[in-house]
C-alpha cells in the first residue's frame, strides 16, 4: 500500500555526521571536506551535541552518519549516551565494513536500524562506484548485523550508472532477511558535482520519465516481498502543491566544523542556518538556506533550481514541464503483512 510520508511536525530529526573521514572513496559521495570539515569530533562533544537537539516535548530521531562513523572510536559510546539523554530511535548509517566490532559492542536495544549502502545489485557494478571489495563485505555486514538481531536496511543510490540493476536488488534483499529498502536519487553535490563538471554532457541524474518507470514499479515489488520501501517523490503530479520541508519540519544536518543545515541541498555551500558554537545551536546571517524556504518559484523547489536544474525540462516558451518536490518529501511502499 502507498503512503506519502509527510512532513513531521511533531517530531525531530537529527543527521548527525560525527566525522567526515572514510576507508573508501564512492563516486557519489556528497561529503565536501572544505565545507563540512576533516577533523573527527570527540566524543565529548558528540554528546555534548546530542543534548542540543534533543527535544524531549517531541519525538527525536537521531542518524549518524560519516564518513564512515563506524570508524569512530566513541560510537558505541555515543549511541548509548543518544538513549540515556532520550532520543527516541536511533540509526547508523555505514558502508558495511563495520570497524571496532561495532555490532559486539552494541545490542538491538541501542540501535533501531543499521543501515547499509549498496549501490550494485552485483558486485561489478557496487564496486564500480563504492570501490574494489565493497560489495563482498557490505553482504558480510549485513548478514552480520541480522544475524545478531538488529533490524537491517538498505539504502541504494539510483543514479545512470546502476539503475538498470535497481530491479534485481528485491530477491537479494529477501535472501538477505532485510526489511526496510531506501531507495535515494543521486544529488549534484560533493564528488557527484565534481563528475558532472568535469563532463557536463554525462548525466547521472534520470529522466522524470525513467524514474517514474522504474522506481515506484520496485518499490512495489519490494513491499510484496514483504520490505517497507521508500522513495523521494522527486517530481510532482500535475496540480500538486509544492511544500518546503524546511518551513514546516524540524530536520537537522549536523557537520563536524559546527555547520548545521536545514536542506541536505545547500550542503556544498556556506548557507547553513546554523552554527553550533561553544555546545551553543547559533543562527547564522542573512543570506542563508532560511531565506530561500519561502521562495514561490514555477519550478518547484527554488534550491534544486540553484544547485541541480539539470531534473527540469522546459517546453518551447520557457515554462516548465513539471514542478520538482522537496528533497525530504517521500513516498512509501508498506507490505499489506504489517498493516
Known amino acids: 500500500m502507498k503512503q506519502t510520508v509527510s512532513f513531521t511536525r511533531n517530531a525531530v530529526n537529527v543527521f548527525f555526521h560525527i566525522l567526515t573521514r572514510c576507508n573508501l572513496r564512492c563516486r557519489h559521495c556528497?561529503?565536501?571536506?572544505?565545507?563540512?570539515?576533516?577533523?573527527?569530533?570527540?566524543?565529548?562533544?558528540?554528546?555534548?551535541?546530542?543534548?542540543?537537539?534533543?527535544?524531549?516535548?517531541?519525538?527525536?530521531?537521531?542518524?549518524?552518519?560519516?564518513?564512515?562513523?563506524?570508524?569512530?572510536?566513541g560510537l558505541a559510546r555515543s549511541v548509548k549516551a543518544a538513549r540515556e539523554i532520550g532520543y527516541d530511535s536511533v540509526t547508523i548509517d555505514t558502508n558495511g565494513?563495520?570497524?571496532?566490532?561495532?555490532?559486539?559492542?552494541?545490542?538491538?536495544s541501542d540501535v533501531d536500524v543499521f543501515s547499509f549502502s549498496l549501490d550494485?545489485?552485483?558486485?561489478?557494478?557496487?564496486?564500480?562506484?563504492?570501490?574494489?571489495?565493497?560489495?563482498?563485505?557490505?553482504?558480510?555486514?549485513?548478514?552480520?548485523?541480522?544475524?545478531r538481531g538488529f533490524e537491517a536496511s538498505v539504502i541504494y543510490t539510483v543514479s545512470s550508472e546502476n539503475a538498470e540493476e535497481l530491479p534485481r536488488m528485491v530477491p537479494l534483499l529477501e535472501e538477505l532477511g532485510v526489511t526496510r529498502f531506501f531507495i535515494q536519487v543521486i544529488g549534484i553535490r560533493g564528488r557527484s558535482a565534481e563528475e558532472v563538471h568535469a563532463s557536463p554532457e554525462h548525466s547521472l541524474q534520470l529522466t522524470r520519465e525513467r524514474w517514474l518507470d522504474l522506481v515506484p514499479p520496485v518499490a512495489r515489488r519490494a513491499a510484496e516481498a514483504g520490505i517497507r520501501t521508500i522513495y523521494p517523490r522527486v517530481?510532482?503530479?500535475?496540480?500538486?502543491?509544492?511544500?518546503?520541508?524546511?518551513?514546516?519540519?524540524?530536520?537537522?544536518f549536523i557537520f563536524p566544523n559546527g555547520r548545521v543545515y536545514r536542506c541536505p541541498l545547500c550542503e556544498d555551500y556556506p548557507l547553513h542556518a546554523f552554527a553550533v558554537s561553544e555546545n551553543r545551536l547559533v543562527p547564522t546571517g542573512k543570506i542563508n538556506e532560511s531565506d530561500l524556504f519561502s521562495l514561490a518559484i514555477p519550478e518547484g523547489c527554488v534550491i534544486n533550481k540553484l544547485v541541480q536544474d539539470g531534473n527540469i525540462e522546459y517546453d518551447p516558451?520557457?515554462?516548465?514541464?513539471?514542478?520538482?518536490?522537496c528533497c525530504l518529501l517521500k513516498d512509501e511502499e508498506i507490505p499489506l503483512t504489517t498493516l
Open 30 to 73: 556528497y561529503i565536501n571536506p572544505a565545507q563540512h570539515g576533516t577533523a573527527d569530533l570527540d566524543t565529548e562533544t558528540i554528546i555534548a551535541w546530542l543534548k542540543i537537539f534533543h527535544d524531549p516535548a517531541k519525538r527525536s530521531n537521531l542518524i549518524f552518519l560519516g564518513g564512515e562513523p563506524t570508524l569512530h572510536e
Open 235 to 252: 517530481f510532482l503530479e500535475e496540480g500538486e502543491p509544492f511544500e518546503c520541508a524546511g518551513n514546516v519540519a524540524e530536520n537537522y
Open 97 to 108: 565494513y563495520l570497524f571496532h566490532d561495532i555490532t559486539k559492542q552494541l545490542s538491538p
Open 120 to 147: 550494485g545489485a552485483t558486485r561489478q557494478t557496487n564496486d564500480r562506484i563504492r570501490g574494489k571489495g565493497s560489495y563482498e563485505r557490505c553482504i558480510a555486514g549485513i548478514r552480520d548485523a541480522v544475524s
Open 317 to 325: 516558451a520557457g515554462r516548465p514541464r513539471y514542478r520538482i518536490a
